[in-house]
T-cell receptor, first 117, second 111 residues
């Protein structure tokens, strides 16, 4: 079946511009995650959505970052007034969520490579 | 705060040799994951380890978990070139909604 898809695959933008990154999770997966991978910081958690619950935004690095998930499926990560330090690969993942606090394996998309000039 | 440390960070090995990658984590965790990443690609799930003493094997890779020592190992047997990649361990803290990743181990298998 189809995996997690992300678009665009690459994005080059100028400092100060806004960007939107899109994620389509695996069909039926109720949990969706955004991570960022950069040379200096490694893989960092950004935000987590689960069903209709309030998202866990604890990993967002600043208020320039926001994300939404519409209809429990597609998610958009928005970065406003981009800075050069925002350059990274943004990875989306999804998973089924078992009952209780436990989670299933997270399956990752191909990522969006963002370069801020 | 949960911290995950991997070592070594870089491993160059000859084909046919054995080696082990180590993953230590700082607080109690329920699950430990191993992922593989090829250059320019995304993360591929290799193993999920759920309990103390868990051992899983797939081909030339074997992963184990010791929750008391807060240690997981990824053992490579008779390495082949196709195993060249970056390997990450990640820990899912109890009740948490995120994975905390190690820095990754870059593995290069030389012919």
């Amino acid at each position: 079946g189809a995996g997690v898809s992300q678009s665009p695959s690459n994005k080059v933008t100028e400092k100060g511009k806004d960007v939107e990154l899109r994620c389509d999770p695996i069909s039926g997966h109720t949990a969706l995650y955004w991570y960022r991978q950069s040379l200096g910081q490694g893989l960092e958690f950004l935000i987590y959505f689960q069903g209709n619950s309030a998202p866990d935004k604890s990993g967002l690095p600043s208020d320039r970052f926001s994300a939404e998930r519409t209809g429990g499926s597609v998610s958009t990560l928005t970065i406003q007034r981009t800075q050069q330090e925002d350059s990274a690969v943004y990875l989306c993942a999804s998973s089924l969520v078992a009952s209780g606090a436990y989670q299933e394996t997270q399956y990752f998309g191909p990522g969006t490579r963002l370069l801020v000039l | 705060e949960l911290k995950v440390e991997q070592n070594p960070l870089f491993l160059s090995m000859q084909e046919g040799k054995n080696y082990t990658i180590y993953c230590n984590y700082s607080t109690t965790s329920d699950r430990l994951y191993w992922y593989r990443q090829d250059p320019g690609k995304s993360l591929e799930s290799l193993f999920v380890l759920l309990s103390n003493g868990a051992v899983k094997q797939e081909g030339r890779l074997m992963a184990s978990l010791d929750t008391k020592a807060r240690l997981s190992t990824l053992h490579i047997t008779a390495a082949v070139h196709d195993l060249s990649a970056t390997y990450f361990c990640a820990v899912d803290s109890y009740g948490g909604n995120k994975l905390v990743f190690g820095a990754g181990t870059i593995l290069r298998v030389k012919s």
